[in-house]
């Protein structure tokens, strides 16, 4: 059974950094284009960026790229997410996704596997 788990939100600062981490397990994820999401209350989930499985990474937009950084970990089959220069606009539940269906990369329905989430707040 494949699992995703995210770990590592919580309240900020603005202008401070953290590290968002995603387990995946029941399946080797080397090779698997993995991605971030993040939601707030009564809107859609949000793309935030993508590694593929070569080890590219593909962002929402420039400001978002400018702030973070995605990566994984194949030895533990771990996805991170940097953020640097956080915003209270960055307030979300963050989600990783696995598993790509077709080329719409920036579309939640186009992934088959989801984490529960983990929320981060930016105080201003």
């Known amino acids: 059974q494949v699992q995703l788990v995210e770990s590592g939100g919580k309240l900020v600062h603005s202008g401070e950094s953290l590290r968002l981490s995603c387990a995946a397990s029941?399946?080797?994820?080397?090779?698997?284009?993995m991605a971030w999401f993040r939601q707030t209350p009564g809107k859609a989930r949000e793309f935030v960026g993508l590694?593929?499985?070569?080890?590219?990474?593909?962002s929402a937009s420039d400001s978002v790229k400018e702030r973070l950084a995605i990566s994984r970990n194949n030895a533990n089959n771990t996805l991170y997410l940097q953020m640097n220069n956080l915003k209270p606009e960055d307030t979300a539940t963050y989600y990783c996704?696995?598993?790509?269906?077709?080329?719409?990369?920036?579309?939640?329905?186009?992934?088959?596997?989801w984490g529960q989430g983990t929320q981060v707040a930016v105080s201003s």
């Open positions: 590694l593929s499985g070569s080890g590219l990474t593909t």
């Open positions: 029941g399946r080797t994820f080397t090779n698997v284009a």
């Open positions: 996704a696995a598993f790509l269906r077709n080329g719409q990369y920036w579309s939640s329905d186009s992934y088959t596997y």
